[in-house]
């Protein structure tokens, strides 16, 4: 099913294809992916029933909270070292699951684990990074979704420095693809903002070659 070719003109939540046209990159953007139905009932769910986690990093010898919250879920249940905390590892739900097929119509690939990001307020956030190391980066596809509050998915080149920075509205219910050597080239932020904002959820679905 293509969904984009199905949406009503006249609808407020018709989805929206973007394709960003960057060197080195595949990113692609669909904003109401979901409907705001789907995505109110889906945020809800999600912040309600998740297993949050707060994980941790050593600085200068000294443990600190990452700013944000998180849960991981895949296909194996096998507990991972991600950050300094031991990460577990949890089974797909049903609302996962929701979410996983529904996004698997845009991709080729079957999604083997999900990294879930819980941004309380306006000082969580995620700094400077790509995802994976050496040639995992150089082609993965990641699925972002987006549900509550909108941040900038601020993105950079990661050695050209006279490429001009980009800042993505990541908005709820938006899908956010990113493959091939995007995650090789580029990298990646959400910002701290002092602004007052609601709480927002990232998804990040992940796909590897074997
Ligand atoms: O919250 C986001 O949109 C990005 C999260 C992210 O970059 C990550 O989990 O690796
Ligand atoms: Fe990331």
């Known amino acids: ?4 070719n199905q949406t009503d003109l006249f609808s407020t939540d018709e989805v929206r294809k973007t394709e960003f046209v960057l060197p080195g990159a595949d990113i692609v953007l669909f904003e109401n992916y979901f ?8 945020f809800n769910n999600l912040i309600k ?3 949050w986690q707060q994980e941790q990093i050593t600085i200068h010898g000294k443990e600190v909270d990452y700013p944000r919250l998180t849960a991981w879920y895949g296909d194996a249940t096998k507990d ?10 949890h089974s797909w739900s049903a609302d996962l699951l929701f979410i996983k097929e529904r996004i698997e119509q845009e991709v080729n690939v079957k999604f083997t684990r999900c990294l879930l990001n819980y941004y309380r307020d306006g000082k969580d956030s995620v700094d400077w990074h790509q995802d994976y190391k050496g040639e995992q980066r150089k082609n993965t596809v990641i699925a972002s979704v987006t549900l509550g509050a909108t941040r900038p998915f601020q993105l950079k080149h990661s050695t050209r420095k ?10 709820h219910g938006s899908l956010l693809l990113m493959q091939g050597a995007t995650q ?3 990298k990646h932020k959400i910002p701290k903002t002092t602004k007052k904002i609601k709480p927002r959820i990232n998804l990040t679905f992940r796909w590897l070659p074997e």
């Open 1 to 4: 099913m293509d969904l984009f």
């Open 35 to 42: 409907s705001t139905e789907e995505s109110n009932k889906l």
């Open 49 to 51: 029933n998740t297993p």
């Open 80 to 89: 991972m070292k991600y950050t300094n905390t031991k990460s577990t590892m």
């Open 162 to 171: 006279g490429l001009k920075r980009l800042a993505i509205p990541l908005t």
């Open 184 to 186: 090789e080239n580029w």
